[in-house]
């Protein structure tokens, strides 16, 4: 799938995984965790941002020695791991979008940011409530607020 042949508004990337996730409503990202995402999701992830097996690890909540057995096996992620593997392939594309680049978005997700008490957008992003702090603070920079 080339970029051209996207149709939404979510970035202009070469990475299918969060292209794809990055244009799921919530009732399709519902279906899509349920039935179970493979952990490829993750692993790319993990490439994009630049971490390491222990930081892949706790994006999902899970211990290294048990993400590096499921990515060994190939296995797919669990209801858990899938939804915090979409909130931060969704917040990723947000950030790609609105910085230009998966480069930078992957760049600016692990500086700490002031708007957010000087933790990094991936560290806050653990939880679903920090999550929505992360893509406000992304929104109020795509309509010029400053911050």
């Given at each position: 799938?080339?970029?051209?042949?996207?149709?939404?508004?979510?970035?202009?990337?070469?990475?299918?995984?969060?292209?794809?996730?990055?244009?799921?409503?919530?009732?399709?990202?519902?279906?899509?965790?349920?039935?179970?995402?493979?952990?490829?999701?993750?692993?790319?992830?993990?490439?994009?941002?630049?971490?390491?097996?222990?930081?892949?690890?706790?994006?999902?909540?899970?211990?290294?020695?048990?993400?590096?057995?499921?990515?060994?096996?190939?296995?797919?992620?669990?209801?858990?791991?899938?939804?915090?593997?979409?909130?931060?392939?969704?917040?990723?594309?947000?950030?790609?979008?609105?910085?230009?680049?998966l480069e930078d978005a992957a760049a600016w997700m692990?500086?700490?940011?002031?708007?957010?008490?000087?933790?990094?957008?991936?560290?806050?992003?653990?939880?679903a409530p920090g999550a929505t702090m992360v893509r406000?603070?992304?929104?109020?920079?795509?309509?010029?607020?400053?911050?």
């Amino acid at each position: 799938m080339s970029p051209t042949t996207q149709q939404s508004a979510p970035p202009k990337t070469e990475d299918d995984w969060v292209r794809r996730v990055a244009n799921w409503d919530d009732a399709t990202a519902n279906v899509e965790i349920r039935q179970g995402l493979p952990i490829a999701l993750v692993v790319r992830l993990q490439e994009l941002l630049d971490l390491t097996d222990e930081q892949a690890a706790r994006l999902i909540g899970r211990s290294r020695s048990t993400y590096s057995r499921h990515r060994n096996q190939d296995k797919e992620l669990g209801v858990p791991e899938a939804e915090r593997a979409v909130r931060y392939a969704q917040l990723l594309a947000l950030a790609a979008e609105t910085f230009g680049s998966l480069e930078d978005a992957a760049a600016w997700m692990q500086e700490p940011n002031r708007a957010l008490d000087d933790d990094t957008p991936l560290d806050m992003a653990e939880t679903a409530p920090g999550a929505t702090m992360v893509r406000d603070l992304l929104l109020g920079v795509q309509h010029g607020f400053v911050l």
